[in-house]
């Protein structure tokens, strides 16, 4: 600004002012009566309509993830787009205090960068552009916070961080370098900035399968359902580590987790103090901080469980190991083990199956080594294992019925490896075999020597 335009500049603001209203008392009291009308206002909204209270915090759940408010979503978007950079990601303080430090430090020195004595929007081609552009890319942020960072990462790489980089170092350069008239062309940078930017956004939300919804439609709806479902996924992922009765103890056989012994996951204590969100938490990201940790089960983390079947299992929990919680008749029926009646002769299909579930597959199936022994099929059951076979029609000296019966033969130690199955289920397996193995019930009844009681050659082996 040179001194002739300051001159004018003093001139016209002296005839302003004389022209005015004055700034005390008359535009304090518009400003008074303004804020107290708001003031009125907040007031009336917070009584007559109030906010959704959330869940009260709860102190012992070390899981709970903090998420910021949804005006910081934004900030949080672009540290997690910004992470998953090769290498640059790594150092996470450039984007965590260099990038926002530099902007609030821009913003403070905002009125010693910019001297330009025009007001008139016209002159300010290069502010608007900017600004423009900043407030599309934090909406765009905003818009995708939800969405987990490592779907799609392309193009929430381009949307959030690439585009916007490029667009507004553009548009900052662009009056350098067309210094004759560049609001055109600063029109049309941030002009196509923005579409690209939004219209990827648009597309992300469109393709990406939210967190929350890669739900399978209705997987289980009822109580009873839910704790059948939650039962089965239990049996085949939490067994392994938790005991079928979630009772602990030592881990046997499980990768990682040679010798660590666990907390029972059943008591009473634990049923009472942790909600169900914080039992979904757990099973979701794990327990990382433990020694040995808990891996994740959730989708989003890597693990194999969909938000529906989580919350099976948090239900069956509930059900099972809570004593305030009453278990609907018909769920209890369903999940309870196959009784058998004196003169009935076991079936794969309707007895065996249900225990091997609970007690044997989350070691025993595909993807475990364990002496490469899978038994999700009654083919695997008796045609697996480095063994094999391991059960032998009729043969009560099979490996299986040793194991059972807490011996260590070169198979392998006792089975389940921590605690012995319950005295009415080993019967079950035990004339099982003797009876022939039957897959389904209808040979079950064919079968001849129906209820014939078993040779027990090695029932009364007294437990290690
Ligand atoms: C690979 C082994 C492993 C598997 C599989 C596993 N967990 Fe865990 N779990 C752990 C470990 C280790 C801890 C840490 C707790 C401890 O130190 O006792 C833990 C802790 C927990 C806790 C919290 C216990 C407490 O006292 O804080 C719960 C609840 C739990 N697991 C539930 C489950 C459920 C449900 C599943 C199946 C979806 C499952 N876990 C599968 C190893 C496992
Ligand atoms: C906590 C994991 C775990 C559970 C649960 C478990 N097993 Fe095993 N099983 C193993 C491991 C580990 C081996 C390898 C031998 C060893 O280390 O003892 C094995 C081996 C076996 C073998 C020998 C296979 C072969 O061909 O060598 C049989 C048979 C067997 N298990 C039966 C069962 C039955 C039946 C159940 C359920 C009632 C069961 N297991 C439950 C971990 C488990």
């Given at each position: 600004m040179n001194e002739e335009q300051k001159q004018q500049y003093k001139e016209k603001y002296a005839q302003a002012k004389q022209k005015g209203v004055k700034f005390w008392p008359d535009i304090i009291y518009k400003d008074l009566l303004v804020v107290f009308a708001l003031f009125l206002i907040s007031v009336m909204l917070a009584t007559f309509l109030g906010v959704a209270q959330e869940p009260k915090a709860d102190p012992?759940?070390?899981?709970y993830i903090p998420r910021p408010e949804w005006y910081f979503l934004f900030l949080f978007k672009f540290l997690a787009i910004y992470g998953q950079?090769?290498?640059?990601?790594?150092?996470e303080w450039i984007a965590a205090a260099v990038v926002p430090g530099i902007a609030v430090g821009a913003l403070f020195l905002l009125p010693f960068m910019d001297r330009s004595p025009y007001r008139h929007f016209s002159k300010r081609g290069m502010a608007l552009a900017f600004m423009t552009l900043l407030v599309v890319t934090i909406v765009a942020l905003t818009m995708i916070?939800?969405?987990?960072?490592?779907?799609?990462s392309l193009l929430q790489f381009l949307a959030g961080l690439a585009l916007p980089g490029i667009f507004l170092i553009a548009v900052i350069a662009i009056p350098f370098i067309f210094k004759q008239n560049p609001n055109r062309i600063l029109a049309w940078a941030t002009g196509i900035g923005s579409a690209l930017i939004l219209g990827l956004t648009v597309a992300i939300m469109v393709l990406a399968t939210p967190a929350a919804a890669?739900?399978?439609?209705?997987?289980?709806?009822?109580i009873s359902e839910k704790v059948i479902l939650g039962e089965e996924l239990y049996g085949l992922q939490?067994?392994?580590?938790?005991g079928a009765e979630g009772e602990g103890g030592e881990v046997i056989g499980v990768e990682g987790m040679e010798g660590a012994v666990l907390e029972a996951i059943n008591a009473r204590d634990l049923m009472y103090t942790f909600t169900d969100d914080t039992l979904y938490n757990i099973i979701e990201?794990?327990?990382?901080?433990?020694?040995?940790a808990m891996p994740p089960f959730g989708r989003a983390y890597g693990?194999?469980?969909?938000p529906g079947e989580m919350e099976a299992i948090v239900t069956f929990m509930r059900y099972t190991w809570d004593d305030r919680a009453e278990l609907p008749a018909e769920a209890a029926a369903a999940s309870a083990m196959p009784a058998l009646r004196p003169d009935e002769v076991p079936s794969y299909d309707v007895h065996i199956q249900p225990i091997v579930k609970r007690y044997?597959?989350?070691?025993?199936?595909?993807?475990?080594?364990?002496?490469?022994?899978?038994?999700?099929?009654y083919d695997e059951i008796i045609n697996t294992g480095?063994?094999?076979?391991?059960l032998v029609a009729g043969?009560?000296?099979c490996n299986t019925i040793r194991m059972l019966n807490r011996e260590e033969i070169e198979a392998g130690g006792?089975?389940?490896?921590?605690k012995a199955l319950k005295p009415e289920l080993l019967d079950i397996f035990m004339r099982w075999i003797n009876a022939?193995?039957?897959?389904?019930a209808e040979d079950a009844a064919a079968a001849?020597?129906?209820g014939q009681p078993y040779p027990a050659p090695l029932a009364p082996t007294p437990y290690p």
């Open positions: 012992s759940d070390a899981t950079i090769p290498v640059l990601g790594k150092i916070a939800d969405i987990p960072t490592d779907q799609l890669t739900e399978e439609v209705a997987l289980a709806t009822t939490c067994v392994e580590c938790h990201y794990g327990q990382p901080e433990s020694a040995p693990g194999a469980l969909s044997c597959i989350s070691c025993h199936r595909e993807g475990k080594t364990n002496n490469n022994y899978w038994m999700t099929s480095d063994n094999a076979p391991n043969d009560m000296l006792p089975m389940p490896p921590t022939g193995m039957p897959e389904t001849s020597g129906a």
